[in-house]
């Protein structure tokens, strides 16, 4: 029911509402106050009767329509001007310029169709979002200067990267975060979907990347996915689908690290892949310099190239030449050790040579004085210092003259379930001079059963191991 011009209704509706909750009003014996006073509250029961206030139009003296934008569409909702004034400036800004009754507002289609949700928050306080309203209820936020929805909704947006949806939504989201200058969450967007690539490449999602998106990530060397191979293909999927320009397509086939590929893949790839035959003199230099980093040593390399760039660092890969799964169960119980083997180095020359890599895990820290050689896997159980801190080293089994010249960077990748799927929770590097990550499981409590770094009670990692060879490569001059 639509008053004409007059603020007073809705004045004596909220004091009679604010009148009604103390009628009857029932003690809670809980809270208890200095001197023996005792807190009524009736919050919730305000909530509803707010709730029934808008749902019924009592006292109404705004109507506002809903216009959504290139349609005939409109939405009537019967509202409160005091209520809208109290949360909100911009909307008290444009309460106090209408010249009637009704207040035209025009929506794009989808922050029209969450309209009367974010009217609802307006006057009750809470809402329920589903992953594809996140977006339009944000730019409502935005533009009504709700500020407390708006900064909801970003931490919403940042916890919810993992859930499950058929087509897809952190790469929307990132796009809809750089479109805004939200960098929070842009980088949260950014980090999920690089840490998480190899399953985003099989996703639908992976066909709605944007160009800008694509260069971005291809420049990553955080990347966590099975090979250098996988996201060739991936990208030659994506470029066929997408048909971005040349000059993109050209940029993100330069971005491809040629020589993490072995010789055969790249001879299958030079022969077989139509995008490669395509583009062919864009990378044929790059794919010249991963054959040469493939037919002699890092040694002999370093005295005619500079391999001290991207195209000879490794990313986060899992396939077992590059590291191996752990899985911790119990992980507070006591000490564990765990070895795996592998390859030297991805260069031809060093990929059939094994290295052997011994892991100790400790709940606590352990000190320098019982760090002892732990040559079989099983539980070590040495004298540990209270309180304090996970910790994990790596280190070579034995030595090599191999090893000269060539620094180890490791990665360990914690997986944990969120919104019941497994993702990549966090990645720690540490390098050959300081054999353990510092910060590891800093801030986790591996105590509680239903902590957010175990999953069923079991801590699960994968160790990365790459040989790094900027630290021994010389230019020549």
């Given at each position: ?55 019924q139009g009592n006292g109404s003296d705004v ?225 010249f310099l991963a054959f040469q980093f493939h ?183």
């Amino acid at each position: 029911m639509v008053n004409s011009g007059r603020s007073v209704p809705a004045v004596v509706c909220l004091a009679n509402l604010c009148v009604a909750l103390c009628v009857g009003a029932a003690l809670k014996p809980d809270v208890v106050l200095e001197n023996s006073a005792t807190t009524l509250n009736h919050s919730m029961v305000l909530v509803q009767r707010m709730e029934a206030l808008l749902t019924q139009g009592n006292g109404s003296d705004v109507s506002l329509r809903v216009q959504t934008l290139n349609t005939d569409e409109v939405k009537v909702i019967q509202v409160h001007s005091l209520v809208l004034t109290l949360q909100s400036d911009m909307f008290e800004e444009l309460l106090q310029t209408r010249n009637s009754t009704a207040m035209v507002l025009r929506e794009t289609p989808d922050c029209a169709a969450v309209f009367d949700k974010f009217i609802r928050y307006l006057y009750c306080g809470d809402i329920t979002v589903r992953l594809n309203q996140a977006i339009p209820l944000h730019k409502l936020a935005s533009k009504y200067h709700v500020w407390d929805l708006q900064q909801g909704l970003t931490q919403y947006m940042t916890q919810h990267l993992s859930s499950d949806s058929p087509t897809g939504h952190v790469v929307a989201w990132y796009q809809y975060a750089t479109q805004i200058g939200d960098v929070s969450l842009q980088n949260s967007c950014l980090q999920y979907l690089s840490w998480n690539l190899s399953s985003v490449l099989q996703s639908a999602e992976w066909s709605s990347v944007s160009p800008e998106l694509m260069l971005s990530l291809l420049q990553r060397s955080d990347l966590v996915l099975q090979s250098e191979l996988e996201l060739y293909e991936a990208l030659e999927a994506w470029i066929n689908q997408n048909q971005p320009s040349g000059e993109t397509a050209e940029n993100a086939l330069k971005a491809i690290r040629y020589a993490m590929i072995s010789p055969r893949h790249l001879f299958h790839l030079q022969k077989k892949s139509s995008l490669m035959l395509k583009y062919y003199e864009s990378v044929r230099d790059l794919l010249f310099l991963a054959f040469q980093f493939h037919s002699a040593s890092p040694v002999q390399l370093a005295k005619y190239l500079d391999v001290n760039c991207s195209l000879f660092t490794p990313r986060n890969y899992l396939s077992p030449a590059w590291g191996s799964p752990w899985v911790i169960n119990n992980p507070t119980r006591d000490d564990r050790s765990f070895s795996f083997q592998t390859q030297l180095g991805p260069s031809g020359c060093d990929a059939s040579k094994r290295v052997t890599w011994n892991a100790l895990f400790s709940p606590r820290w352990l000190p320098l004085s019982v760090r002892s050689a732990y040559p079989e896997q099983g539980s070590l159980q040495p004298t540990r210092t209270d309180g304090g801190r996970p910790r994990i080293i790596v280190t070579p089994a034995t030595s090599s003259p191999d090893f000269a010249g060539v620094s180890f960077q490791k990665t360990i990748i914690v997986s944990a379930r969120k919104q019941g799927k497994v993702v990549v929770r966090h990645v720690y590097n540490f390098h050959q001079s300081t054999e353990e990550a510092g910060d590891f499981l800093l801030e986790a409590d591996l105590q509680r059963r239903a902590s957010e770094y175990l999953i069923d009670s079991s801590l699960y990692l994968h160790i990365i191991v790459k040989p790094l060879y900027h630290s021994l490569i010389v230019a020549k001059k």
